[in-house]
């Protein structure tokens, strides 16, 4: 059972975000709410002359999404 969702932020200033949710369910479950999240809250950019600036972009400008983590 998974009790918690850990979204891994990076800002724009360089910190690293790590907000947490608590969540019940099972980790499969938890993977998939946090693909949910992923799409909900950051668009993906592909950058051609630039690959290193290609990435998922969180839609408030904040920084960029980087993952997630069920514990």
Same mark, same amino acid.
């Given at each position: 059972?998974? #009790? ?12 690293? /975000?790590?907000? /947490?949710?608590? =969540?019940? +369910? ?7 709410? !946090? ?6 809250? /950051? ?8 690959m290193?600036? /290609? !990435?998922?972009?969180? #839609?408030? !400008?904040? !920084?960029?999404?980087? +993952? =997630?983590?069920?514990?």
């Amino acid at each position: 059972m998974t #009790k918690e969702i850990v979204l891994i932020i990076l800002l724009i200033n360089g910190e690293l /975000s790590l907000p /947490s949710f608590p =969540f019940e +369910g099972t980790m499969h479950e938890c993977f998939a709410y !946090g693909d949910k999240l992923r799409e909900e809250l /950051s668009t993906h950019k592909w950058v051609e002359e630039d690959m290193m600036k /290609s !990435g998922w972009y969180l #839609k408030n !400008g904040m !920084g960029t999404w980087h +993952g =997630f983590m069920c514990k």
